[in-house]
């Protein structure tokens, strides 16, 4: 039984995508609400993004991906990873680069946990760089030039208000919100909202770690998926 296990910001205001196995779901939220909408009905990703069929990215599906600008995002499954114009609600998705390994399109992962897969990302408000997760371990890269920003430390260490949550030892998946400074962070039935500092180390959790059933209603019915 899977619940989250990949999810990306739209560039269309308060949406996101939500990847589990090789289907997806595409939803329209509403930070600190329970009233968020299905947009896309559960389908198979080979479906909704024609240009990933027959690739890892849609059998067995994604293990991670983030949010670029427009429409464009990187998507992660097991060593591997393309970028991508996912052009939102429609079918008109096409591959800009790859699919290559992790470590030929990022060359500042060669030789890390992250080279043969990355559990979870979501996108800083500084520039053009982004957080990633591999088991209980995180890192900040920017994706222009590729390099780490940063070392590869605990996920406790970066986030201190992680410690002593179910997230402290790894996050099965996240993204950043629309709201500026604000992640969703999911890890098997269960999530929290964050706000996050970049600067430092003053993040707070909005909230409690939740089912996420209860906070995100919309999905009761969908999730988890067999």
Known sequence: MAYINAAFRSSREYE?????????????????????KILTNLHLISSGFPSLAATFFAEPGMDCSFDTEASK??????KYCAYIDYAPATTNDKILSGPSTIAEMFPGLKNTVFENGIDSAF???????????KG??????AYDSKQLVGNIRNIVDGFPV??????????DACFASHIES??????????????FDSDGYDDILLGDVTPIL??????????PVN
Do not use: H
């Open 16 to 36: 996101v995508y939500f990847f589990v196995k090789n289907k997806y779901v595409r939803v329209q939220y509403t930070p600190g609400k329970t009233d968020d």
């Open 73 to 78: 995002a990187y998507v992660f499954s097991t």
């Open 214 to 223: 209860d906070g995100w209603r919309c999905l009761r019915g969908i999730f």
């Open 162 to 171: 992680l410690k002593d949550t179910i997230f402290e030892n790894g996050i």
């Open 136 to 141: 209980n371990q995180y890192t900040r890269i």
């Open 182 to 195: 604000e992640a969703y962070l999911f890890k098997g039935e269960n999530y929290v909202r964050i706000k």
């Open 123 to 133: 996108r800083s408000n500084k520039g053009k760089e982004v957080y990633l997760f």
